[in-house]
């Protein structure tokens, strides 16, 4: 919790354990039932006293059972030197009383963490609208990896914030991307497969049994001669996701050496082309569109965003290089 004055409970968000995570601890099951937050500060919450197990303090290692009730306090945010507001040039798609709409551009972290205590979203955000230090992180409601671009919903009121979580937690909230992968796809695929820390390295996450239920949405836009234009839609929410499920099926994003991208070259590809492909340092990975029922009103919303121009400029190398050779 933050360090000063005392944080204010301002209001209180339950959940009921279901039947299929009976007996797992009190942190690991809270993590699933509020996607916004991670298992660490969730954790730090039920140390603090402001998540709560039928109503009493409990720890991150208590067991649950069916139909129990965790509540989680939303509370008044202070200023701490992680927390302090910075004028960013953000890019505002759409702005309301009750929510902002960002496209936000790729090398932006989304919020400060470990070594990270400035130029983030959320300090730009605090800079743009000050009020929402009354909010938990700021009215950021989901994540984009910091070298992902596009678009996020931030919401700029406690109803708002309490609807939209929600409308992640039961996947009404509709996000699907672009990606440019490496190795030509024979077609689109649904991937199945669930995600968990690898055990090999803690900062990347991987397929594995024992991991959450995971499935991306994967369809072809466009082949190349070597690499491909894809949409994935996802019907999860978990970290690097799309990442992780493109690598598992051999088709890394171009980029992306974290999870496996090898810098494929297609055959007799000009220098131009050449300096543009090994060129791209981060994910090929772009937050397109973005639909939700509006939180005051349920009113649709509707939200596109253009890849940003690096992506721009590796598609339409890739363009170029499909147009000469075929």
Request: glycine share 8%; proline share 5%.
């Amino acid at each position: 919790m933050p360090v000063g004055k005392e944080p204010m409970a301002t209001e209180k968000s339950t959940r009921s354990v279901p039947q299929e995570h009976e007996g797992k601890r009190l942190d690991v099951v809270a993590a699933l039932l509020f996607p916004v937050y991670s298992r660490s500060e969730l954790a730090r919450r039920i140390d603090a006293g402001y998540l709560l197990l039928n109503g009493k303090g409990s720890t991150p290692k208590t067991k649950v059972y069916e139909l129990d009730l965790i509540e989680l306090l939303e509370v008044t945010r202070t200023n701490t030197s992680s927390d302090k507001a910075e004028k960013l040039n953000l890019d505002i798609v759409f702005e309301d009383e009750d929510l902002l709409v960002i496209n936000k551009q790729p090398g932006l972290t989304v919020h400060p963490g470990a070594g990270v205590s400035s130029g983030t979203l959320m300090n730009g955000l605090l800079y743009h609208r000050p009020g929402l230090e009354a909010l938990p992180r700021a009215g950021i409601v989901h994540r984009l990896d910091k070298d992902t671009s596009g678009l996020m919903v931030v919401a700029a009121s406690l109803s708002a914030h309490k609807v939209l979580t929600e409308a992640i937690l039961h996947r009404s909230l509709s996000r699907s991307y672009e990606a440019v992968c490496e190795g030509v796809l024979i077609s689109g695929q649904d991937i199945d497969a669930p995600i968990g820390r690898d055990p090999r390295n803690r900062l990347k996450k991987a397929v594995r049994q024992d991991g959450k239920n995971s499935l991306s949405i994967m369809r072809i836009i466009k082949r190349y001669r070597k690499h491909s234009l894809v949409k994935v839609s996802l019907a999860t929410g978990r970290t690097h996701q799309i990442r992780v499920h493109m690598q598992s099926i051999g088709h890394p994003l171009v980029g992306d050496r974290r999870y496996g991208c090898r810098y494929l070259l297609p055959k007799m590809a000009d220098e131009a082309t050449i300096r543009t492909i090994r060129g791209f340092k981060r994910q090929a990975l772009h937050s397109r569109r973005l639909e939700f029922a509006h939180p005051r009103g349920g009113s649709p919303q509707r939200f596109v965003a253009d890849r940003p121009g690096d992506m721009e400029e590796l598609v339409d190398a890739l363009e170029l290089d499909f147009e000469k050779y075929s």
